[in-house]
Nanobody
């Protein structure tokens, strides 16, 4: 049973920072592309960033230069460092693990990020 447990969400002011963490258990972490998605009220879930086992990263244009994904394959953890936060970053953020060969997904429970003054 694969489990993804997120932490680190909360309230931040515009221009502030947060760091999200997601720790995986029950799987071989080193064969999964790890990613972060978000869903704002009334909007579809969107990919924010992901990182392959080999280290290649992919970001949605709206977060480039502000958010950084990284992974620690020893700790089975993926991070999302969020800097220069904007109100439009407000959403529930979900951790995703995608098997790199068979392409099936696992999801975390989500963590709320709210950017407001």
């Amino acid at each position: 049973q694969v489990q993804l447990v997120e932490s680190g969400g909360g309230l931040a002011q515009p221009g502030g920072s947060l760091r999200l963490s997601c720790t995986a258990s029950g799987c071989i972490f080193g064969i999964y592309t790890m990613g972060w998605y978000r869903q704002a009220p009334g909007k579809q879930r969107e990919l924010v960033a992901d990182q392959t086992v080999g280290g290649s990263t992919n970001y949605v244009d709206s977060v480039k230069g502000r958010l950084t994904i990284s992974r620690d394959n020893v700790k089975n953890t993926v991070y999302l460092q969020m800097n220069s936060l904007k109100p439009e970053d407000t959403a529930v953020y979900y951790c995703n693990a995608r098997h790199e060969i068979f392409r099936y997904d696992f999801w975390g429970q989500g963590t709320q990020v709210t950017v407001s003054s």
